[in-house]
């Protein structure tokens, strides 16, 4: 349930408002305009940062917010502050904030409310709507937004008065944090927002029938899981999303611990378990090393936590681990059998689950099948870019390796969507949860770099990295001059290979290398940031590359390095869509990718 | 494996706006197929009730249940194969017959329980209320005589005996008034 709520502090500059109690007790309510009211809940809910964008419909909401202890982050586009929200909500745990006005404003936000829906990310998107009474007249700036998101947020709701405000963004926060979370738009009309009404200080509790998002594992699949995992021979855990979310890192390392299974992550589950254990595998699916793949197809148990059989991560059902019984911890019913029939189902919240599990499994070693593993490995590292023999040139599988050398490891990195992005989660070894954040479900363009000012604003200590292609940096990259307004530090390493890379990759495997508009011309992205009076730092060679990422480190300010990399670079390897998830198409052995003709850029 | 049927489903949710169209917004996405649905006021206050026919198997029912039961304001969903259930659905057929076939059309009626509701000289109208095929029953006898016009409720379904209620979760609201309250 809703913990207790802190009241009212006097040193918050609140508007002194009268309210009809007598002057010492502690008013029980006060009367507020609805626009104040939104503060004063925001408040109350412990919300201190918000992204946002002004316009009409918002203006009484804008106003009464210079008097409430709140940082707004003026973005430069909306979707960056639904995306920032969301880095807010991914880096911290907490509950992201965006504002946002009626009709474009409301409809820039579509893209990060649907990025945050498929990853589960909770989220409170408030709008502006057109007035009460011009609802339904096609008035300006009107666009139904309820109607627009619901299917791309957990639940939404339109507020048509000033009394409803209170309890419906309570409701809201209650709903988009708990269970399974998710982004909640609350929409309020400007005469809601106008009108004043009592506003009862002490929070009553959020009472919805209908919704439990607490479920339970049942004792009785407990006993098979458990009976399960104590009889395979070649298991592997498959860690999810839901590690992270449910805060399970130390169990899931007690369960392996004990059960000597060696752990594959899902791109989001990265961190979840620490990539340098022994027993950590790497991630799987399409973009999964080998032997992860082939391991995850041997296996005879799948144990599952709090992921959903992604079909970037199974390749064909059809032949997706067809020896493996399959156990399936997870938070919603819903996925349950949903891509891949399991033989247990463990419905709850995964940390829970796994408390129930870890003491009650057999304490033994798998060590003929982590052997037999490790010996996959072996062709994967003749195969891999950094044993081949430099040549000086600068492959991107470079920067993340060095990078990660550099920051120790420890770095809060933040990636788009592209071969960058898998060339991140194969070379940086995260140990530690909460510290890759990247658009898995829907895979954003666009994402990293306003995620990443929204994760630097919820964790100020955190050394942020962004990692992006040069193509998903031009869609976000005004927020270059929201990070100098905010005069926030964050390092963003632009992978710039003058392609959509990764469309490229796919035209160069299926398409007869017909690159049809994936070239990309890009500016000059060190004079891009210092238009931003920010720091840009290039790099063409190897050699720059510790160098400039420490000339970053040391820098104040939002550092922009533009890493031109080798321009056809592939990842690999890689399962084509809808192929057997042992059909990788590999690195070719000892050969490194010509040279190609780089274009200018 | 289970095939695919028929299954009808009861989903209780709060009356709210917009209830009606997250629930087919919920069916269009994932891309199931309303056979029929029908929405209406229950005994309680505040608390409308569906009736939803679909194809389904075993493991796309179940997980039609568990994404119901993600909509926030749906209170309680049953599957009604699970239980003995009563289901009905109500057609007005109007048949183009006059006066010299009136009195067969009448018999056919008789036999199917449905009842002539409105004669007029060139047509007449039959109620019928039964399970979707003992109208599909009539409907196939009427054909020869001329259907001009058919319009069905969809149908709507009730557990048998009292099992039902007693398996709503104790959040369900109470049937007085002080829900109305809340
Ligand atoms: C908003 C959006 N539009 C299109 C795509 C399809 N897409 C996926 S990866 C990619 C190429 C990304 O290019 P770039 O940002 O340069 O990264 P690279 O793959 O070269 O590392 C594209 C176009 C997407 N994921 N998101
Ligand atoms: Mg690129």
């Known amino acids: ?601 | 494996m289970s095939t695919s049927t028929l299954r009808t489903f009861i989903a209780y949710v709060e009356d709210r706006p917009g209830v009606l169209n997250r629930v087919t917004s919920l069916f269009r996405r994932r891309g199931y197929n309303i056979e029929s649905l029908t929405v209406g006021r229950t005994e309680r206050e505040g608390v409308s009730r569906m009736t939803l026919v679909m194809e389904a198997d075993d493991d796309a029912a179940l997980r039609l249940e568990a994404n119901l039961y993600k909509l926030v304001n749906v209170l309680w969903v049953e599957d009604t194969s699970r239980a003995q259930t009563v289901i009905r659905d109500l057609a007005l057929i109007k048949v183009g017959v006059g006066a010299a076939d009136r009195a067969q059309v009448m018999q056919l009626c008789d036999v199917f329980r449905a009842r002539v509701i409105d004669v007029a000289p060139e047509a007449l109208i039959v109620e019928i209320t039964g399970t979707g095929d003992k109208i599909e029953g009539l409907v196939d006898v009427l054909r020869p005589f001329k259907i001009l016009e058919m319009v069905r409720t969809g149908a709507v379904a009730m557990l048998r005996s009292s099992e039902e209620l007693a398996l709503r979760p104790s959040v369900f609201p109470k049937p007085t008034s002080e829900t109305a309250a809340a």
Request: hydrophobic share 40%; net charge negative; aromatic share 6%.
């Open chain 1, 1 to 601: 349930m809703r913990t207790a709520t802190a009241t009212t502090d006097s040193a918050n500059a609140a508007p002194v408002l009268k309210s009809d109690g007598d002057s010492d007790a502690e008013p029980e309510s006060v009367m507020r305009t609805g626009a104040q009211i939104v503060w004063e809940v925001l408040r109350e809910e412990g919300v201190d940062t918000i992204f946002g964008y002004p316009g009409g419909c918002v203006m009484p909401m804008y106003d009464a917010m210079l008097d409430y202890p709140i940082r707004h982050v003026l973005v430069r586009h909306e979707q960056g502050a639904a995306h920032m929200a969301d880095g807010f909500a991914r880096a911290s745990g907490r509950t992201g904030v965006c504002l946002a006005t009626s009709g474009p404003g409301a409809t820039n936000l579509v893209t990060g409310i649907a990025t945050a829906m498929l990853d589960s990310v909770p989220m409170i998107c408030i709008t502006g709507q057109v007035p009460s009474h011009l609802l339904g007249s096609d008035a300006f700036q009107e666009t139904d937004i309820t109607g627009v998101t619901l299917p791309i947020t957990k639940h939404n709701y339109l507020v048509t008065t000033a009394e409803e405000i209170a309890p419906t963004l309570r409701e809201a926060f209650y709903v988009a944090r708990s269970g399974r979370p998710g982004p909640v738009l609350v929409d309020i009309t400007k005469d809601a927002q106008q009108a004043s009404c009592e506003f009862v200080l002490e929070p009553p509790p959020v009472r919805l029938p209908g919704y439990r998002p607490e479920l339970k594992a049942r004792a009785l699949d407990l006993e098979r899981a458990i009976a399960l995992i104590d009889a395979a021979e070649r298991p592997v855990i498959l860690a999810g999303h839901g590690i992270v979310k449910s805060e399970a890192t130390e169990l899931l390392r007690e369960l392996v611990a004990r059960t000597g299974i060696p752990v594959a992550c899902t791109l989001l589950g990265l961190g979840g378990f620490p990539a340098t254990d022994p027993l950590a595998l790497g991630m799987m699916g399409m973009h999964g090393e080998a032997w992860v793949n082939k391991a995850i197809q041997e296996a005879d148990l799948l144990i599952a936590l709090g992921m959903r059989f992604d079909d970037r991560v199974t390749g064909n059902l059809k032949n997706y681990a067809p020896r493996a019984k399959k156990i399936h911890a997870e938070l919603d019913p819903s996925e349950i059998n949903k891509n891949v029939k399991v033989d247990v189902a463990l419905v709850g919240d995964v940390k829970q689950t796994l408390a129930s599990i870890v003491p009650n499994v057999a304490t033994r070693k798998r060590a003929p099948w982590v052997a037999h593993i490790e010996a996959l490995k072996g062709d994967t590292a003749v195969r891999d870019i950094q044993t081949m023999p430099h040549d000086g040139r600068l492959f991107a599988a470079h920067v993340m390796h060095d990078l990660w050398r550099i920051t120790e490891g420890n770095a809060l990195v933040v990636t788009d969507v592209g071969q960058h992005q898998m060339w991140e989660a194969q070379y940086y070894k995260h140990d530690h949860p909460r510290k890759l954040i990247t658009s898995g479900g829907l895979g954003t363009m666009g994402f990293a770099l306003p995620a990443a000012l929204g994760a630097r604003l919820a964790m100020p200590n955190e050394e942020v990295w962004v990692i992006v292609g040069d193509g998903g940096f031009q869609m976000t990259a005004c927020e270059l001059s929201t990070c100098a307004q905010e005069e926030a530090k964050i390092n963003i390493a632009v992978i710039n290979n003058g392609y959509l890379g990764m469309v490229r990759q796919w035209q160069e495997f299926f398409y007869d290398k017909r690159y049809s508009a994936t070239p990309m011309k890009s500016p000059d992205f060190v004079k891009l940031a210092e238009a931003h009076g920010l720091t840009g730092i290039r790099v063409t060679r190897r050699e720059e590359v510790a160098e400039a990422v420490k000339r970053a480190r040391e820098t104040p300010g939002t550092v922009v390095i533009d890493f031109r990399v080798e321009a056809e670079d592939s990842v690999y390897p890689m399962v084509a869509a809808g192929a057997d998830l042992h059909d990788m198409i590999r690195r070719p052995v000892a050969v490194v990718p010509e040279k190609a003709a780089k274009e200018t850029l």
